[in-house]
Each structure stands twice: as structure tokens, then as C-alpha cells.
């Protein structure tokens, strides 16, 4: 005789119930794992930019870059978003392309050489309203990093703290630019046909320069994209091109550590609400190039 043996439903659940304990374990421990593996590829992206722009300022006098795109009057783009790269879109001036060259994510691509790298690999991708993507010369960069813009023309050896002043942040959050880039902080830079560069903080400072460019810097922001990029967190890179995950677990709605924090608040979601300013209401407070990272004085909620 011939005896049959199958699983009786007892042993199948228990089957599926060890299956089950194995899945809740070990799908945090991958998730854990993929997390892990976008932080360090940011940190990778990063740093080499921060190389590549170094390379840059010592071929020009060691000098950074321009922050911004300018014009052929010497008009500063401060705010504006800027083409990545400068001839992407097709139908524009020779003058329009040659204006977007200036800025620093297209002036020291021959540095980098890989546009790729500019985009985050744990960012959202934001189209911009207006934009023909469909209607182009050439592929587009999708933008993360923000150069500090207080940098612009700024000596590379005047920094005071190198390995404390950022270079390149995340501090637009998760917002990955599709065909675009921006520097963050930015200078209020009015004045057409002067020089944009960083002036320092002082009590009679004007946020429309008063003639004089470069007394006032302050961050572009947003409600939307959240500033925990990795964690609690976002990657940075300092004027002395070295790379850290910096802690933006600052309080949801009450005042962050000025000491440690670009934002004063935050929302529940993650994103930005406002910054810390210096204690003169100049600049924006751990951008500044020639600040001693010691004192602080009384910092301003802006």
C-alpha cells in the first residue's frame, strides 16, 4: 500500500507565520540598507563638486566662482534660476546662453564633467512652470546643491573657518531642479555694473545695498520639500572641501540651536520656515565667510 503525506493547515500557518517575522525583520534592515547607500552617494556627489571648484578657483587667482548668472551690463541674477546647462533650451540668444555660463554650476562644469552628479539621489524632482523641456538643444542637469552664494568672488584664502563654512549644502531640501540651479544663500546685489561681493556684517547694513552690493544675504526657502534629506539631516561640504551629514533635527514650530542650525523652525513635515540671521540682521548666520564660528552675539529669527 501507498501512503500520501501532505502539509496539514497547522504546519502551513506556522510556515507563513515564520515567513511573516522574517519579512518584518529584515525589510527595515534593507530599507535601513538603501537609505544608507543614497547618503553616501550624496556625500560622493558632493564632494566632488566642492573638488572640482576648488580646482576652479585655483586656475583663476584662487578666487570662487560667480554664484550667479550676470549680464552684459553687470545686472546680478541673484534669485533667478539659472539654465543647467546654459544652452539647454533651445530658442535663445547667444547673449542669453553666454550669460548663463557665469554661473557657478555651468562655469565649473569643465571641472566636474558629470552633470549627473548634481542631482540627489533621495531628492523630489520639481519641474518649473513655463519651462519647454520638450523643446531643447541638449540634455538638462537636474540640480540638489546649492552653492553658498556669499562666496561670489570671494578669496578662497580669506575664508576665516574653512572647514566650518559651507560650500555646497542641501538646503533646499529634497527639491531636485529639473534643467535649473540656484545658490543659496543668496546677495542682495541691486546695483548694476558693481561688484557683487560679500560685505561684512555691520549695524548700518541695507538689504537694497544703499550703493554698495553685498551687505545683505538671506535664503531661499520653501514649505513644500522637506530639509530631512537623510534622516533628520542633509549633507554638506565646507570651503576646505570636507564632507559631513549635519542634523537638521531642529524643534517642529519652536526655535532651533543657532549654533548648529541654518533654520530657525521647522515644520511638521520637515521643511524650512525661517533662518537665523546675525546679530546685526546682515546675513544669513553660519554663511558668512569671514565669521569665527564662535561668536554668535544675538542672532535674529527672519
Request: hydrophobic share 35%.
Amino acid at each position: 500500500m501507498k501512503t500520501r503525506s501532505a502539509f496539514t493547515l497547522i504546519e502551513l500557518l506556522v510556515v507563513i507565520a515564520i515567513i511573516a517575522i522574517l519579512a518584518a525583520i529584515l525589510f527595515p534592515v534593507f530599507a535601513q540598507a538603501k537609505a544608507a547607500a543614497k547618503k553616501t552617494q550624496d556625500l560622493s556627489h558632493i564632494k566632488q563638486l566642492a573638488t572640482g571648484t576648488m580646482i576652479y578657483t585655483s586656475d583663476y587667482d584662487d578666487t570662487f566662482p560667480l554664484a550667479y548668472a550676470v549680464s552684459s551690463t553687470g545686472f546680478w541674477y541673484t534669485t533667478f534660476l539659472i539654465e543647467t546647462p546654459a544652452d539647454w533650451p533651445a530658442g535663445f540668444s547667444q547673449a542669453y546662453y553666454d550669460e548663463n555660463r557665469t554661473h557657478v554650476l555651468n562655469s565649473t562644469f569643465p571641472y566636474t564633467k558629470n552633470g549627473e552628479m548634481l542631482k540627489s539621489t533621495a531628492g523630489v524632482d520639481r519641474t518649473i512652470a513655463g519651462a519647454n523641456y520638450n523643446n531643447r538643444n541638449r540634455a538638462f542637469f537636474t540640480t540638489n546643491y546649492q552653492f553658498n552664494g556669499t562666496l561670489n568672488s570671494w578669496s578662497a584664502t580669506a575664508v576665516n573657518q574653512p572647514s566650518q563654512l559651507p560650500m555646497y549644502s542641501q538646503n533646499r531640501g529634497t527639491m531636485n531642479i529639473r534643467g535649473f540651479g540656484t545658490s543659496n544663500p543668496f546677495l542682495q546685489c541691486p546695483n548694476s555694473g558693481q561688484p557683487c561681493v560679500f560685505q561684512p556684517s555691520s549695524p548700518t547694513c541695507s538689504p537694497f545695498g544703499s550703493g554698495r552690493n553685498g551687505q545683505w544675504s538671506e535664503m531661499l526657502f520653501n514649505s513644500t520639500y522637506t530639509q530631512w534629506v537623510h534622516g533628520r539631516g542633509q549633507i554638506v561640504v565646507h570651503a576646505d572641501t570636507s564632507t559631513k551629514w549635519r542634523s537638521m533635527n531642529g524643534p517642529v514650530n519652536g526655535r532651533s540651536d543657532f549654533r548648529t542650525m541654518y533654520w530657525t523652525r521647522f515644520r511638521s513635515n520637515g521643511a524650512s520656515i525661517n533662518e537665523w540671521q546675525d546679530t546685526n540682521f546682515c546675513h544669513t548666520m553660519l554663511f558668512q565667510p569671514d565669521f569665527d564660528f564662535s561668536t554668535f552675539g544675538s542672532p535674529i529669527e527672519y
